[in-house]
């Protein structure tokens, strides 16, 4: 396994590439504007034809939407990025960029659920995927076939909390010569930079972590600049291989799904994001020895019969931390509680933590996935994503963990009274 833990500095999280703008902005302006006009029509018509460096309209490109995609390519180590609505957007526009009717793609069964359905919205279109339950580099060769065109993970799953190893995984896809494209939400570059192990998309929903406020949804897409499309000769019929060699996958996004589609993020969005983005090394490390200190203490209680937490020696997956800066473990956590009753009881009598679907929040959010965003799922492909009728997924916040800690011991005392 790849030890290096290549991470940027906090340093890079503060400060963008090129300086904002001429009235010396500390923050990128936003731009908050459909389009933009030019002196001259063959002005336009030379950025149309990308002769020349210039905006046009928002949907295509936008300059504070621009600073966020830039800077999400330096701090992921890759040669662009292109920022979506959502990251439901990002996996859509890379999955249409890269695949075909005819094609599969090979996943684990742990996803998070919007992806897995968007998996079945793909079989409308003649696109099947390949699930594998334990996510190991031989199990993903096992299950490559000539069809298939590319592997794709979540590096710390959601709510599943398994931690794939990045390096064995490209290694496998690789070995195919087809790609391998990493949801890296629950990680952030702060944790872990995957393109560095070998990752060849990077997809994340930056609703998340990377807002880090729960202000905004929106996604983003990294790409590499590594894979040789040319080369692996399974992408001639989809990608521009011929003329933009290891841009092929971007020159493609950008020129027709992402911008036909009309998957664009807001100015606004981005700029939500590029402030979030300047606290995140920060954010990161305290949510990580947040979720490492709750997760101790639940595992120590009873009325507790599981706490699924990479960080933990007892976790199955934390032999994989080694990947992350700090060997730390992440923000999420999940736990069992025996029966779906004590779950809501459990969710009910909790005073700070939200209840609410979503991760990555400053504040401390807690959701039973089951009944939420696994509902319309069978028991058997919720049982596989790791979702039990009586599974709490916890999002740990930065309040101050003794305040974190005393609202569990509450919770717990109030439900092992009551039931
Ligand atoms: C939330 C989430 C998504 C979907 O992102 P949206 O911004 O909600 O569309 C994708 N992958 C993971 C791991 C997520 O947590």
Redesign the pocket.
Known sequence: MEKKQDCCSATAYLHLKHRADAMGASMMPVYQTSAFSHSTAEELEQIFKNQKPGFTYSRVGNPTVNAFENQMARLEGGLSATACA???AA?ACCFMTLLKSGDNVVVPTGL?G??LNWLKDLEAFGITTHFVEAFTAENVAAAIDEKTRLVFT?IIS?PKIEVVDVKALADAAHGAAIPLVV?A??VTPSLMRPIAFGADIVVH?S??YINGNGSG???VIVDSGRFPWKKSGKFDEVLPCQRFGPAAFTAKLRNTIWQDVGACLSPVHAWLNLSGLETLPLRMKTICENAQALAEFLEAQDGIEEVNYPGLASSPWHGHTDQFAHHRGGGLLTVRLGSKARAFQLINHLKLALNLPN?GDTKTLVLHPASTIFVHSDQKAREAAGVYDDTVRISVGLEDIKDIISDFVQALESLNESI
């Open positions: 959502s990251g439901s996996i998070y919007g992806t979540e959601n949801d939400t629950a929903s609703s998340k949804v929106s996604g991760i």
